[in-house]
């Protein structure tokens, strides 16, 4: 599976930007795939210097993109994007 996932703003206001393919199993997959398909809580608008969250998935045919703040990021994504961080480390 390829990802793209852009984290920006916060107090620094310095990017992160991952990019690159990664071998999943089906369920965590799945769960990820939900995650993004999921109805979200609404964009939480007093947020300060909060993160934003631009990722994109690519399975096969399969495409998802979507956009959060880090109080509506959901436990999957956020659990990724942790894996995501110390491969790249």
Known sequence: MEYEILIEGGFTGIPKEFKGNIDLQDK???SLFDAFDGK????????RDGL????????????????YDESNLPLPIRQFIATISKKNN
């Open 28 to 30: 965590t997959k799945e």
């Open 52 to 67: 934003q969250y631009h990722l994109k998935l690519i399975d096969g045919e399969e495409e998802h993109q979507a956009h």
């Open 40 to 47: 979200l809580t609404p964009e939480n608008r007093a947020l």
